[in-house]
């Protein structure tokens, strides 16, 4: 186990190197850095060669990302534009993003779990069939639709909630948005399941329990789902980094000062420290959450065994 | 097959791209299985599971039995939902070549007196924000959409499966580089790619938007058609074929890929819808297409400011694009139910 953790480390530095580099040039060679100082106007050639000189933007890309990248390890992610560390950004928005991935989340393992269990269960009956039907829709229907959508008719025709969120964002006022955020996942996590369910319900174990005469319950929460539950649980684990990537859209449409609004308006105003910064941290997750899931699969499923 | 999002064969799961794009990935990985379950649940190298997807099938097995092809073009012809989503397709194709067979006006054409005002005779869904008819840019918006998702699928599926295709049969250095490099593009997650990349970008057609897919996208079915091409090339006949003295492109072209190329069809067709959500959702978030182009995203951001007093204006493009998204992905789901030989 212990040389498996080690390999996947070091299998994660290239990647990180590789997404980081990547998002890197995306943002310095493609764009302009200093064009976003100028405010709306084009910066005059003079300005710009001395604010290039200034950042050692004139020096070349690799080693403009050395020193990115040396910053970022000791905590420096430079500043947004109104002059805040972006750090101390990352400080008020990541809290309220994470709170909304939980939410997200939550919503996954209860309702998605469940619609599959019961699906999985009762295959190729009415509940089952409709049930595909319905994740199928959600999942062609893009998030932002039914955020707009669910704002539309939650927030403006019917006034359960309010349509947009306060900048407290506290776990209520999420529910909503964390639901249209799971929404896409949690289809699929029912999918996953009741494709899971319904294989291992033929299995010889499950077959053997029935046949010692435990109760039904006892089968499908012993048996049944704790074999079952493996690769959903770890596609809820990657979905994690993704989720948190993916709520910019969600954070849009509802007004929620999260990593997505930071995010979007580093875009705006073409400040890419911010925005490089930003990313960067998403991606790292996104690295760690696949990680975890990976030695979480060593733990939930016996037969694996890692050298 | 339940373990289909953790791939062991990659450091990342490709969950990035969202839920749409991994059951893509999901209903090409359980096709994948078929050519090795089908050689362990029979004789091996069984003529029909294993039998080569091309019109030189019926030829090898003397003319009797029929080729997966054909065979899943008799279940497709039968099956409902691959008609209705086949009719809506070949619609949206029709409008998106020749819109004004049914509009009568410019999608430009617009008057601010009548913003936001409802439906009324000669314009069904009313006019949005900027006194502009909504049924005409609805009907002129499927052409970018169309274009965006079929340019980006092509270049998607063509970069992949030659990349993939070559990696799992060459193997080797080349194929360890391969799989760290789409580990490299699987760590960045896709919306958030596409704000970084398409927010420098300042052209307002749609070729950006399409290399950005192109971009981001090939990983997924390099690594599908990869993993099907692997699994191809252990059956018998491609062992034969080698031990007959075939070249290693006859091999590759004649025996392995018409076989391997059924994960990458399913993957494909699915994925074209999630490029034309993920277009819109670029166009919502204000860097995939730019105004003067008519597309739904563009025009359901344009809306969502006047959700209270004109939501119609947001409901229509809304509707079309998730019917357009839901006609590809069952197209994809029931070509995969045609071509798995498990169901027959």
């Known amino acids: 186990m212990g040389r498996y953790v080690i390999r996947r480390l070091l299998q994660m530095i290239p990647v990180f190197i590789g997404a980081t580099l990547l998002i890197f040039l995306m943002v310095n060679v493609m764009g302009d850095p200093v064009a976003g100082l100028c405010g709306d106007r084009q910066c005059d050639p003079a300005t710009a060669a001395q604010l290039k000189k200034e950042f050692g933007l004139d020096r070349p890309v690799w080693q403009q990302y050395l020193t990115y990248m040396g910053n970022v390890f000791t905590g420096d992610f430079g500043t947004a534009f109104n002059g805040q560390p972006v750090t101390e950004l990352m400080a008020t928005a990541f809290p309220v993003t994470i709170r909304l991935t939980i939410v997200a989340i939550l919503f996954e393992i209860v309702i998605g779990i469940t619609l599959g269990v019961v699906t999985g269960l009762r295959r190729g009956r009415p509940v089952d069939t409709g049930v595909l039907l319905v994740t199928l829709v959600v999942i062609s229907v893009p998030t932002f639709v039914t955020g707009l959508l669910l704002q539309l008719l939650l927030g403006v025709e019917w006034g359960w909630i309010k349509p947009s969120v306060s900048s407290a964002a506290t776990f209520d006022e999420l529910i909503v948005p964390g639901l249209v955020l799971a929404s896409v996942s949690l289809a699929y996590v029912t999918r996953l399941t009741r494709t899971s369910i319904a294989e291992n319900k033929r299995s010889d174990y499950v077959r053997t329990a029935i046949a010692k005469g435990l109760p039904r319950h006892r089968v499908i929460t012993r048996h049944l789902l704790r074999n079952s539950l493996i690769p959903v649980v770890t596609f809820i684990g990657t979905d994690i980094g993704a989720l948190m990537g993916g709520a910019i859209v969600t954070e849009r449409i509802f007004n929620i000062h999260g990593v997505g609004f930071q995010l979007y308006q580093g875009i705006l105003r073409q400040n890419t420290q911010t925005v490089v910064g930003f990313v960067t941290v998403l991606v790292l997750v996104f690295l760690v959450a696949n990680l975890l899931v990976d030695l979480l699969y060593a733990v939930l499923d016996p037969r694996i065994r890692y050298a | ?344």
């Open chain 2, 1 to 344: 097959m339940p373990d289909q999002p953790y791939e062991p064969g990659g450091a990342i799961a490709g969950t990035g791209a969202g839920g749409a794009m991994d059951l893509a990935a999901s209903e090409g990985a359980s096709l994948e299985q078929h050519p090795s379950a089908a050689s362990g649940g029979r004789a091996p190298g069984g003529p029909k599971g294993t039998g080569p997807f091309g019109p030189d099938a019926s030829a090898a097995a003397g003319g009797r039995a029929r080729s997966l092809g054909s065979d899943a073009w008799r279940d497709l012809r039968r099956n409902p939902v691959f008609l209705v989503s086949a009719l809506i397709i070949l619609f949206l194709v029709f409008i998106s070549l020749w819109p004004s067979a049914i509009t009568w006006e410019s999608p430009l054409q617009c008057d601010l007196a009548k913003a936001q005002e409802g439906s009324r005779p000669g314009h069904p869904f009313g006019y949005d924000g900027q006194g502009c008819d909504v049924y005409t840019r609805t009907v002129y918006g499927a052409r970018t959409s169309v274009t965006v998702g079929v340019c980006a699928t092509l270049g998607v599926a063509i970069l992949g499966s030659v990349l993939g295709g070559l990696a799992g049969f060459f193997g080797g250095t080349g194929d360890a580089v391969l799989s760290r490099v789409t580990d490299i593009f699987f760590a960045i997650p896709v919306v958030l790619g596409g704000l970084v990349l398409l927010s420098v970008v300042t052209s307002t057609t749609v070729w950006p938007v399409i290399g950005f897919m192109v971009l981001l996208g090939w990983p997924q079915i390099s690594r599908i058609a990869r993993g099907s091409v692997i699994t191809v090339q252990q059956n018998d006949y491609v062992q034969a074929a080698r031990a007959l003295g075939a070249s290693n492109s006859r091999l590759l072209l004649r025996h392995i890929a018409p076989n391997a190329v059924a994960p990458v069809i399913v993957v494909a067709t699915i994925a074209l819808g999630t490029y034309i959500a993920l277009e819109a959702t670029l166009s919502y978030l204000g860097v995939g297409l730019k105004p003067p182009t008519v597309s739904w995203g563009i025009d359901i951001s344009a809306a969502s400011p006047y959700i209270r007093n004109a939501p119609h204006a947001l409901l229509w493009p809304s509707g079309a694009l998730a019917i357009t998204v839901l006609a590809f992905i069952m197209l994809g789901d029931a070509v995969r139910d045609a071509l798995d030989p498990k169901l027959r």
